[in-house]
């Protein structure tokens, strides 16, 4: 027998073309569409990444800004990036005094201040609501979240990274 769709000579009884892959003789209709997306996906990938769209990829991150950065910038100011998570409203004017040319120190220092003003806020709560009990620890459990959050976000901008830290890119304010 032939291959129906690229002329292979197979032996007989075969289920698939063992040149193109084709799904052959007693072949389920759901076996065949499969065959079909298979041959299709390729194709599918190179017109979504024509388009600008990652697609299929499964590394793509919508919050990871790194690639809007210049390579450079990011070098030149990686230190000075990582003031504002390490010094807090210090650190913030500092990176903003110190390089408020750079585009990169400046997402770092908008993702700096969600968490200044987030700490600000349990502290506040924290405080006013101390006669509850269960809000002033709810509110240090949070702030200890937080705080590993910035310890990821320190360890991504030694490693160059532009991400927006998770809850913190839900927040509505300083985008
Ligand atoms: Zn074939």
């Not at 006669?131 to 590993?148: E, G, K, Q, R």
Request: with cysteine.
């Amino acid at each position: 027998m032939t291959c129906p769709k690229c002329g292979n000579q197979l032996a007989d009884g075969s289920t698939f073309c063992t040149n193109c892959g084709t799904q052959l003789g007693a072949a389920s209709p759901f076996a065949q569409q499969q065959v079909n997306q298979q041959a299709n996906a390729p194709y599918q990938n190179q017109y979504q990444n024509q388009n600008g769209y990652a697609g299929y990829a499964p590394a793509y991150d919508p919050y990871d800004h790194t690639a809007d950065y210049d390579v450079k910038d990011i070098s030149e100011n990686k230190v000075i990036a990582m003031l504002p998570y390490l010094l807090g409203i210090v650190g913030i004017i500092i990176a903003m005094l110190g390089a408020n040319e750079s585009p990169y120190v400046k997402f770092h220092v908008r993702q700096a201040l969600k968490f200044t003003v987030i700490d600000a806020l349990l502290t506040i709560v924290g405080i006013v609501l101390i006669w509850t009990i269960i809000v002033p620890i709810a509110c240090a459990v949070m702030s200890i979240v937080f705080l590993v959050i910035k310890i990821i976000c320190f360890v991504q901008i030694c490693g160059g990274k532009a991400k927006e830290p998770v809850i913190i890119r839900s927040l509505p304010f300083f985008k």
